[in-house]
Nanobody, 122 residues
Framework: VQLQASGGGLVQAGGSLRLSCAASGRAFSMYRVGWFRQAPGKERGFVAAISWSGTSAVYADSVRGRFTISRDNAKNTVWLQMNSLKPEDTAVYYC????????????????WGQGTQVTVSS
């Protein structure tokens, strides 16, 4: 599975962005997909993940209620809608795919996209 993240950019605090993760390769619909982020000098951290069917999603406490993850397996795409953005959301955002149904740790993910920069100005 190959993943490509896009949609990052510069936005003012309180604004919104929608990230996309486009997948190629077979059996994408069988993978759990997660979004992670990494700010300068910090470890890569979990943001959100969605089940292979799209019926179940989990979020980090810091983004719950502001971010929404969704997917369309027919389009091989996962999205991360980010609303009410804060300066502390500034990071490089990565999408990843895992064969583990409950994965939330980076080490549990098998395939990674290249990352897209999100910068939130105050």
């Amino acid at each position: 599975v190959q993943l490509q993240a896009s949609g990052g950019g510069l936005v003012q605090a309180g604004g919104s962005l929608r990230l996309s993760c486009a997948a190629s390769g077979r059996a994408f619909s069988m993978y759990r997909v997660g979004w992670f982020r990494q700010a300068p000098g910090k470890e890569r951290g979990f943001v959100a993940a969605i089940s292979w069917s799209g019926t179940s999603a989990v979020y980090a406490d810091s983004v719950r209620g502001r971010f929404t993850i969704s997917r369309d397996n027919a389009k091989n795409t996962v999205w991360l809608q980010m609303n009410s953005l804060k300066p502390e959301d500034t990071a490089v955002y990565y999408c990843a795919a895992s064969s583990s149904p409950f994965a939330t740790l980076p080490a549990q993910y098998d395939y990674w996209g290249q990352g897209t920069q999100v910068t939130v100005s105050s």
